[in-house]
């Protein structure tokens, strides 16, 4: 069966130090892999989605950045973090040949910048 | 934007009783589906329904669809403590490699014992 891990659980960073949150998938092949962001009360937010080893799409301009340097690991980064990175991220797959694929998300990491 | 937006943002009921959630959305869509999401966790995919279905059933589960007025509902019966958590409706309007799914704020559904 397929699993999903991703860590920290949490992290507390102070602004202006470097990001790297790691995500990595088992038991499948070829995901479609996605960074989301979830601010306290809100939806979630596409930050990132990947096709493919080295694609990574932009949803929305920010601090942020992302790399899939394996075909099953998905990684968010920052270079300086900002007051305004705090959230919850979420990374999620889903099968890429299959009509209406539903999203399978890990269990988060709680990003405090402070 | 395409988000999809749930109505109410906050149900609290009995043990029970029937929950019953809605979501908007602004544009054409391929699928819509439903998430559920326990304090602090990831999302759990609950149920997804077409673009040409109109009603779908899963468990405890009943999903509504109405692409002239743009709306879905999520119908949960007899609903448990258990049942506690955020749901949110997501909507999908690109196929193939290009699949996105665009979330809304989420209704908060507390159930009381």
């Known amino acids: 069966s397929q699993t999903i891990h991703q860590w920290p659980a949490t992290l507390v960073q102070p602004v202006g130090s470097p990001l790297s949150l790691e995500c990595t998938v088992e038991g499948t092949s070829n995901p479609n892999l996605y960074w989301y962001r979830q601010a306290a009360g809100r939806g979630l937010q596409l930050l990132f989605y990947?096709?493919?080893?080295?694609?990574i799409s932009s949803e929305v301009p920010q601090n942020l950045s992302a790399s899939r340097p394996q075909d099953r690991q998905f990684i968010l980064s920052s270079k300086k973090l900002l007051l305004s990175d705090s959230g919850f991220y979420l990374c999620?797959?889903?099968?890429?040949?299959?009509?209406?694929?539903?999203?399978?998300f890990g269990n988060g990491t709680r990003l405090t910048v402070t | 934007s395409q988000q999809g937006e749930e109505d109410p943002q906050a149900l609290s009921i009995q043990e029970g009783e029937n929950a019953t959630m809605n979501c908007s959305y602004k544009?054409?869509?391929?699928?819509l589906q439903w998430y559920r999401q326990n304090s602090g966790r990831g999302l759990v995919h609950l149920i997804l329904i077409r673009s040409n279905e109109r009603e779908k059933h899963s468990g405890r589960l009943r999903v509504t669809l109405d692409t002239s007025k743009k709306s879905s509902s999520l119908l949960i019966t007899a609903s448990r403590a258990a049942d506690t958590a955020s749901y949110f409706c997501?909507?999908?309007?690109?196929?193939?490699?290009?699949?996105?799914?665009?979330f809304g704020k989420g209704t908060l559904l507390t159930v009381n014992p």
């Open positions: 999620a797959w889903s099968l890429r040949d299959r009509q209406d694929p539903p999203l399978h």
């Open positions: 990947s096709v493919g080893i080295g694609q």
């Open positions: 544009t054409s869509i391929n699928n």
């Open positions: 997501a909507t999908a309007y690109s196929g193939g490699s290009n699949y996105k799914l665009t």
